[in-house]
Structures are given as structure tokens and as C-alpha cells.
């Protein structure tokens, strides 16, 4: 039974692909309200943790600055971005520690686990660790990967209209081209997960090792940390769901244009 019998576009849709088109679009749902839920979770323990003083008492920046130079990286600079919830971030080619203004300077648990972790990638990348190597060459990808998925698949089809009447293989082949950057995205989004589970390891060894947080402390960083990281993963599903969904609708726009194309003749 067609599921989308009335929608003009899915007219000359297989039944089987239009269910399985609702099936993903259903699953991306719910994975999206799951998402909304863990980001509620994340946001109280993240203010929880904020709120709760440290026993190092030291803020954030002071904590990477310790941990950098320690470490031999006095080149690395500690900036403050700002109040977003994820903006805590280390990059390789800014040579900077990025870390959130409403934390940066509090001496709280949240403030002195995102400036040991952060500090922990600049570690890993001086190490030369090789999954860190792969997530510094291929960021630019990991970045520009779904921002250029509209723009290719909009540039085929206006060359379909001007060069070929429309008849869809352009716009095809500009969507399988558009679709391969989607999914290097999301291969190299596991790549960037790895990595901060390294780094979130690391962290906590050196808080451990430099006395800069007890095994209580430690224990609400783990948990703050695994928040992230479930969210992470469920963002990375529900990437796979929406490329699942660009494939589906690739090939019911196939079948819809050869569907026309069979009736107009």
C-alpha cells in the first residue's frame, strides 16, 4: 500500500521504497527527540558540576596552563570563546585551548575537566598520535562535508537545466559526488570520537598523577564525559540515518523522473 500516494514527488515510488523511506524519516524522529533529552541531561550535569568547587582550587585555564606547560607546551595559548555549551576545543593549526567564558574562570569540576581534556588532545598531538594525525589532516573535510552536500547537489541541477534539458543524470551524479563527501563526514566524525576518548583518559591520568583532582572528583568528570560522548554517539546515528535517507531519496527521484519520463511518452 503507497504511503505517499498524494505527494506529487513520490508518484512512480516503489511501495517498498517509499516504506522504507518512512521507516528512516520515523527512526530520525525519534533518535532526534532522544538527542533533545540527552542535551537536557548534559546541560544540568555540566551547571551541576560547575557549581561544585574543585579541591585544587583552580579554575579551568589555570589547569591547561599547568597541564601544557608541564607537558612542554608553552607555545600553546589558553583563549575564552564564548557561552555556547560545546565551545570548549583545542586546535592544531591555531596552536590554541579554547574554553568557555561562563566556566573558564570558575574553580569548578566541569571548569577543570574540559581544561585537562582539552589540554590532553594537545598532548596526543604532540605525541604524534597517529589517530590524532588523521583528525588534524582530514578536519577541513570532517567541517565542510554537510555544508557542501546542498551547494553540489544545487550546482547539478542547474547544470542538468542548462546543459540537458534536465534530464537527471547531472543531478544524480552531482548527489553521489555530494553524498561521498557526507559520508567521509561521518567516518571521520568516529575518528574525532576516538580521540576525545583518548584525551578524556589522558586528562584524567594527569589530574591524578599532578594531584589536581581525587578520585570523588575524578569520578564526576568520568560521568560528565560519558554524557558527552552519548550524545556524540547519538549525533553520529543520527548522521547515518540522514545519509540513509539522502541515498533513499536519490533513488525515489530516480524512479519519479523515469516514472515521468515513461508517461510523458
Known amino acids: 500500500m503507497p504511503l505517499f500516494k498524494d505527494i506529487e514527488f513520490f508518484k512512480g515510488v516503489s511501495v517498498p521504497l517509499q516504506w522504507a523511506i518512512f521507516i528512516v524519516a520515523l527512526l530520525i524522529i525519534i533518535v532526534g527527540v532522544f538527542s533533545i533529552i540527552i542535551s537536557i541531561w548534559l546541560s544540568i550535569k555540566y551547571v551541576v558540576y560547575n557549581r561544585t568547587m574543585n579541591k585544587a582550587g583552580i579554575n579551568g585555564e589555570q589547569a591547561a596552563r599547568k597541564i601544557l606547560d608541564k607537558n612542554g607546551l608553552e607555545k600553546i595559548k589558553v583563549s575564552v570563546v564564548g557561552s555556547m555549551l560545546f565551545g570548549n576545543s583545542y586546535s592544531h593549526y591555531f596552536k590554541k585551548v579554547r574554553l568557555r567564558r561562563l566556566t573558564v574562570k570558575k574553580n569548578s569540576i566541569s571548569s577543570l575537566a574540559m581544561g585537562a581534556e582539552k589540554s590532553a588532545l594537545a598532548i596526543l598531538d604532540k605525541e604524534g598520535d597517529k589517530d590524532m594525525k588523521t583528525r588534524i589532516v582530514l578536519t577541513p573535510i570532517t567541517f565542510f562535508g554537510p555544508i557542501a552536500f546542498v551547494p553540489i547537489i544545487a550546482i ?110
Open 156 to 265: 547539478g541541477v542547474i547544470v542538468d537545466i542548462i546543459a540537458f534539458n534536465f534530464t537527471g543524470i547531472v543531478t544524480i551524479i552531482a548527489s553521489a559526488i555530494a553524498l561521498s563527501f557526507y559520508i567521509a563526514s561521518f567516518v571521520l566524525s568516529l575518528m574525532v570520537l576516538k580521540t576525545e576518548v583518548k584525551a578524556q583518559n589522558r586528562a584524567l591520568e594527569v589530574l591524578e598523577q599532578e594531584q589536581m583532582a581525587d578520585e570523588d572528583e575524578r569520578e564526576m568528570m568520568k560521568k560528565l564525559f560519558k554524557l558527552y560522548n552519548i550524545q556524540y554517539v547519538n549525533d553520529l546515528v543520527l548522521q547515518l540515518l540522514e545519509i540513509i535517507l539522502r541515498v533513499l531519496m536519490i533513488f525515489a527521484n530516480a524512479q519519479s523522473s523515469s516514472s515521468s519520463s515513461s508517461s510523458s511518452n
